[in-house]
């Protein structure tokens, strides 16, 4: 089983539709979680951290359920610009430097 | 500031062939790190540091080698290229000694190795 598993889409979605994926990680002493975006043919960027009580930056929002052990993003009103690969990355045990990242889940929002 | 700088954006090797891979940042961070990103498997780390003289080894380390002789410079060398490590190879880096912050990502490196 990989340590962060998604779904790799595509996902096909009208501009103005709500979107969510979810990534699992199978190490439950996973210290970190983030959402990393990377559009085509560039390196990845930080799109948000992902904390226990969850978090929302405009119209993003992560959520971390420990349990289940899965991280969650949802993009409300998607625009254009959210097509990009989204990528789900944990870091491991403390003392562990070290991420893992899911394969990424790749969006394209239609007009 | 220029971030995190890769060079060269693209190589071409042939079997058998070395090269050094360079990354720069110039953001006094202390943690970098070398990936590999291949279609439908992810970025995989090869190999990180946690600060100046200080390696250890990722996932995906055979066949390529580090050294951390300054805060800013953390290059990759392949040792014989295989066919295998055609790849796009990103290097990152991020503040304090640990991989819980913000990684700030370099443009990437394409090579293809025949």
């Known amino acids: 089983r990989k340590e962060v598993e998604q779904d790799p889409g595509p996902f096909n979605v009208p501009e103005g539709a709500t979107v969510a994926f979810n990534c699992t990680y199978s190490?439950?002493?996973?210290?970190?979680f983030f959402w990393y975006r990377q559009d085509c043919r560039k390196e990845p960027k930080l799109l948000m951290s992902?904390?226990?009580s969850g978090n929302e930056d405009g119209r993003f929002t992560a959520q971390l359920n420990r349990a289940s052990q899965y991280i969650s993003l949802l993009i409300r009103d998607s625009k254009l610009s959210d097509s990009a690969t989204y990528l789900c990355?944990?870091?491991?045990?403390?003392?562990?430097?070290?991420?893992?990242f899911g394969q990424g889940t790749r969006l394209t929002i239609n007009p | 500031n220029a971030g995190v700088t890769q060079t060269p954006k693209f190589q071409v090797l042939k079997t058998g062939q070395s090269m050094t891979l360079q990354c720069a940042q110039d953001?006094?961070?202390?943690?970098m790190s070398w990936y590999r990103q291949d279609p439908g498997m992810g970025l995989r780390l090869i190999h990180y540091?946690?600060?100046?003289?200080?390696?250890d080894q990722g996932e995906v380390p055979n066949g390529y080698n580090v050294s951390r002789s300054t805060t800013e410079d953390f290059p990759l060398r392949l040792l014989s290229a295989a066919p295998s490590q055609t790849s796009v190879y990103f290097c990152?880096?991020?503040?304090?000694?640990?991989?819980?912050?913000?990684?700030?990502f370099g443009p990437g490196t394409r090579l293809t190795v025949t």
């Open positions: 992902v904390y226990s």
């Open positions: 990355v944990v870091k491991g045990i403390q003392g562990a430097q070290k991420l893992v």
């Open positions: 953001m006094n961070h202390e943690y």
């Open positions: 990152a880096s991020s503040r304090s000694g640990t991989a819980s912050y913000e990684q700030y």
């Open positions: 190490n439950s002493a996973s210290q970190s």
């Open positions: 540091s946690v600060g100046a003289g200080i390696t």
